[in-house]
T-cell receptor, first 115, second 116 residues
Framework: AQKVTQAQTEISVVEKEDVTLDCVYE???????LFWYKQPPSGELVFLIR??????QNEISGRYSWNFQKSTSSFNFTITASQVVDSAVYFC????????????FGQGTRLTINP | DTGVSQNPRHKITKRGQNVTFRCDPI?????LYWYRQTLGQGPEFLTY????????KSRLLSDRFSAERPKGSFSTLEIQRTEQGDSAMYLC??????????????FGEGSRLTVL
């Protein structure tokens, strides 16, 4: 069975601070995807990134960066120079590659960026 | 708008009533998923369709729940004899066919159910 843990329930920072959201996962599968989704107040889950278990390269996209470490089963997400518009609930998720893309989500981290 | 569309967005009902939600996926997607999200939790998988075939159902989907995708396009999720514990956001998602599939799910805005 798969499990995703986001230990930080809520984070609140002041605008322009950097913030890291932690994600730890468990799976016995050797091939899997890891995801981050953003859920703004409107409710729609917005895809941010997908990482293949074969690819441990870190990735940067603008102010967002992701650190994937298989050795610690972690897939952390950092927002640099946070902005008020980054306020949302962020979910880390995992799915095995074969068959249906059933995502197993963590509990989410509510991020509040204060002006 | 070419995204995943869900209706109604909000539904308030009395315990014991039946409710039905509709999902219109992105037209090129042959895979469709239903998830349920309760307050303060991440979404949980309910069921999955590939075209019109329902290929997998979660244990969360009791016999009061039924999902269909009759022509492999839109899908409906019906809850019979609703209970207060059914109050949640019901999320629909779709994805590309196998071979084109990057693993990404495209989610709708959800249908929020409140059972009084």
């Amino acid at each position: 069975a798969q499990k995703v843990t986001q230990a930080q329930t809520e984070i609140s920072v002041v605008e322009k601070e950097d913030v890291t959201l932690d994600c730890v996962y468990e799976t016995r599968d050797t091939t899997y995807y890891l995801f981050w989704y953003k859920q703004p107040p409107s409710g729609e889950l917005v895809f941010l990134i997908r990482r293949n278990s074969f690819d441990e390269q870190n990735e940067i996209s603008g102010r967002y960066s992701w650190n994937f470490q298989k050795s610690t089963s972690s897939f952390n997400f950092t927002i640099t120079a946070s902005q008020v518009v980054d306020s949302a609930v962020y979910f880390c998720a995992l799915s095995i590659i074969q068959g249906a893309q059933k995502l197993v989500f963590g509990q989410g981290t509510r991020l509040t960026i204060n002006p | 708008d070419t995204g995943v569309s869900q209706n109604p967005r909000h539904k308030i009902t009395k315990r014991g009533q039946n409710v039905t939600f509709r999902c219109d996926p992105i037209s090129e997607h042959n895979r469709l998923y239903w998830y349920r999200q309760t307050l303060g939790q991440g979404p949980e998988f309910l069921t999955y369709f590939q075209n019109e075939a329902q290929l997998e159902k979660s244990r969360l989907l009791s016999d009061r729940f039924s999902a269909e995708r009759p022509k492999g396009s839109f899908s409906t999720l019906e809850i019979q004899r609703t209970e207060q514990g059914d109050s949640a956001m019901y999320l629909c998602a779709s994805s590309f066919p196998a071979g084109l599939n990057t693993g990404e799910l495209f989610f709708g805005e959800g249908s929020r159910l409140t059972v009084l």
